[in-house]
T-cell receptor, first 115, second 109 residues
Framework: DTGVSQNPRHKITKRGQNVTFRCDPISEHNRLYWYRQTLGQGPEFLTYFQNEAQLEKSRLLSDRFSAERPKGSFSTLEIQRTEQGDSAMYLC?????????????FGEGSRLTVL | AQRVTQPEKLLSVFKGAPVELKCNYSYSGSPELFWYVQYSRQRLQLLLRHISRESIKGFTADLNKGETSFHLKKPFAQEEDSAMYYCALGSGSARQLTFGSGTQLTVLP
């Protein structure tokens, strides 16, 4: 499968712990996006990278959240001092510019449960 | 700020009946609209985009700027159409998507 890959698929943690999610985009894709989806809602934009540069961050991305894409390939999303409100599905997506048709290719997501 | 509204959380129709999933948007710029679909145990994927004006799996959607709507329609629903459908608006420097809250479509036999 050459699609977007995310791991871990599920993470259960205790409040106050740090967690990190990894996303491997489709290999030639230079744009990578992170979204968060809570129960009953559509995905919400968090941040995106073009190559290794983080070009935009949503106000949803609090100081406890940090995302990196150090070599312009895979990306990590770290949440520090997790809170119960962080429980959600974290989705990664990628596409390619300038051939961008607007379509995003999504991974299967990483589900976080904070106890 | 942009907003996408899908007024129906759940929609059930019988096989062979027409189906319409509603989507309204609010955006000050020129809208770029999409429908994404998530079948059971599968990842979110693009169904269609307004700019292509195409029919995918029998679904069509017309952008109505006057009514700020982008409703998804299919004349004869099939059981395999049962899924969660999200309307999305592309905006910003990277056309990041603003999603609606989704409509769960169930097609009954």
């Amino acid at each position: 499968d050459t699609g977007v890959s995310q791991n871990p698929r599920h993470k259960i943690t205790k409040r106050g712990q740090n967690v990190t999610f990894r996303c491997d985009p489709i290999s030639e894709h230079n744009r990578l996006y992170w979204y968060r989806q809570t129960l009953g809602q559509g995905p919400e934009f968090l941040t995106y990278f073009q190559n290794e540069a983080q070009l935009e961050k949503s106000r949803l991305l609090s100081d406890r959240f940090s995302a990196e894409r150090p070599k312009g390939s895979f990306s990590t999303l770290e949440i520090q001092r997790t809170e119960q409100g962080d429980s959600a599905m974290y989705l990664c997506a990628s596409n390619i510019v300038p051939r961008n048709t607007g379509e995003l290719f999504f991974g299967e997501g990483s589900r976080l449960t904070v106890l | 700020a942009q907003r996408v509204t899908q007024p129906e959380k759940l929609l059930s129709v019988f096989k062979g009946a027409p189906v319409e999933l509603k989507c309204n948007y609010s955006y000050s710029g020129s809208p770029e609209l999409f429908w994404y679909v998530q079948y059971s145990r599968q990842r979110l994927q693009l169904l269609l985009r307004h700019i292509s004006r195409e029919s995918i799996k029998g679904f069509t959607a017309d952008l109505n700027k006057g009514e700020t709507s982008f409703h998804l329609k299919k004349p004869f629903a099939q059981e395999e159409d049962s899924a969660m459908y999200y309307c999305a608006l592309g905006s910003g420097s990277a056309r990041q998507l603003t999603f609606g809250s989704g409509t769960q479509l169930t097609v009954l036999p």
